[in-house]
């Protein structure tokens, strides 16, 4: 054995001593899901984004289990099935279709996970079972319903809510203001029976959506996306109906840990701000704005390109 | 002479042709100018794949909300349509994309009730369910919305 090979020997078993032990905390609100929608979280998710982590062997050896550990936090920091059932609905369906996506864009499970765990990978059928899951969620209640429901937060909007100037601020310092009321749109999007969205941005935005600026946005360039239910008209369109929320996305490098952009996200016709610590997004939001929209500059509401 | 007269003018249709045919790989993200209105809602429509804007000057804005959709003299609105498409991004979203149709429609100050003039700017209504409305009926189809819920 040459002393090259005695040395890296030593080094392997010396790395083995600063291993970082994954522990397994306790199950407290897990996921309700069919049986079959389980077994594909549990051999495909769980073990970055739950409580009830089974490593291979290798996973434990240094330095393979640094990477491991690491990825095992930011997984349950991200989305943890032993803690779902604590989310609002809101919250399960958004994280719901972010399963969908992620999975569909080959982003989850990480390409380096699932190359040295093969069995995580999803076949197509798997992958069906997945979708059909996360779209028969959104089964919408009766249109008559949710109408009655719109009539009555429109009436309370109108002669009471109205010209209200609310003080609103997200846990990482950003304002709500209306000023959007005034901005262009830019687009315009439904998510599946679910909701539809109207998407406004600054003057700094839409001179950077026209002159492809994506890599980097310009600073100062806000976009503003209002969300509303659907509700089918008398025409069989659909109208918007209660409000369910405005989104904020603001190009400020300051927001270093989530690409240059700070997210705000306030609910409900009080404008109530979503996220407890300052880095909420970079524990949410981030996620699926990286993996899947880079070629936009992170956003996914950007007008396609036509020819006009 | 006839011949070089007639290999000009192919020579010249190609070379027109070939500009036509530049022209159509621009593609561009455009985005629409509203001038200055605001939006009062929108609207889609899964089967013509078209989502809609109407947008209206404030004294539109003001009647829509305040006055249960009688129209008010001063108003002006623009009811645009685009085409809908897959997003690329996200599975299970469409996003707004091809611009289709451009409404601008009125309020003059002539009578108390207010006469609306209405004016296709710029392509073609579609039919609504297949229909297509008379003058009077798509302007009650574009007018009859009240204003999106937005604190």
Request: glycine residues 6%; charged residues 25%.
């Amino acid at each position: 054995m040459s002393i090259f090979s005695v040395f890296a020997l030593f080094v392997f078993l010396g790395a083995q001593l600063t291993g970082t032990k994954i522990e397994n905390p306790p199950v407290t609100a897990k996921i309700d899901a069919p049986i079959d929608v389980l077994s594909v979280l549990k051999k495909s998710c769980f073990n970055c984004h739950s409580n009830e982590t089974e490593l291979s062997w290798f996973d434990h050896l240094a330095p393979i289990s640094w990477r491991v550990s690491a990825d095992v936090k930011r997984g349950r920091e991200v989305m943890n099935f032993s803690e779902w059932e604590n989310l609002s609905e809101a919250e399960k369906k958004g994280k719901l279709w972010g399963i969908l996506n992620m999975i569909k864009a080959g982003k989850m499970p990480l390409p380096l996970y699932a190359r040295f765990h093969p069995s995580a990978r999803l076949d197509i059928s798997e992958i069906e079972t997945i979708t059909d899951y996360v779209r028969s969620y959104d089964i919408n209640q009766p249109n008559l319903s949710k109408k009655i429901a719109a009539d009555s937060e429109y009436d309370y909007w109108r002669n009471e809510a109205i010209g209200t100037k609310f003080d609103r601020t997200s846990p990482n310092g950003i304002h709500y203001s209306d000023e959007f009321k005034h901005w262009k749109v830019i687009s315009m999007a439904n998510l599946y029976d679910n909701s539809m969205r109207v998407i406004f941005g600054n003057d700094i935005a839409v001179k950077a959506i026209e002159r492809e600026e994506f890599h980097p946005w310009p600073e100062g360039a806000r976009v503003v996306k209002a969300v509303w239910e659907q509700i089918e008209d008398k025409y069989g369109e659909f109208r918007p109906g209660k409000f369910i929320n405005v989104q904020l996305m603001v190009k400020d490098n300051k927001y270093s840990n989530t690409e240059g952009w700070g997210f705000a996200k306030f609910s409900g016709v009080d404008l109530v701000p979503t996220g407890k610590l300052a880095n909420f997004a970079s524990k949410s939001c981030i996620s699926c704005h990286r993996q899947l929209a880079e070629e936009t500059g992170f956003l996914f509401n950007v007008p396609p390109k036509i020819n006009p | 002479m006839k011949k070089t007269l007639l290999l000009v003018l192919v020579a010249l249709v190609n070379l027109m042709s070939c500009k036509t045919g530049k022209e159509k790989q621009i593609y561009k993200r455009i985005i629409f100018d509203s001038t200055g209105m605001k939006v009062i809602t929108h609207s889609f429509n899964k089967k013509l794949k078209t989502m809609s804007v109407l947008y209206g000057n404030a004294q539109a804005y003001n009647s829509a909300l305040l006055t249960e959709g009688k129209r008010q003299p001063g108003s002006a609105y623009a009811f645009v349509t685009w085409e809908f498409q897959e997003n690329p991004y996200w599975h299970g979203s469409q996003l707004s994309g091809k611009l289709l149709c451009v409404e601008k429609l009125s309020v003059s100050k002539s009578t108390e009730e207010g006469t609306v003039d209405y004016v296709v700017r710029f392509g073609k209504p579609k039919p609504v369910n297949g229909m297509v409305l008379s003058k009077s009926s798509r302007i009650n189809y574009i007018l009859d919305r009240r204003p999106s819920i937005q604190p």
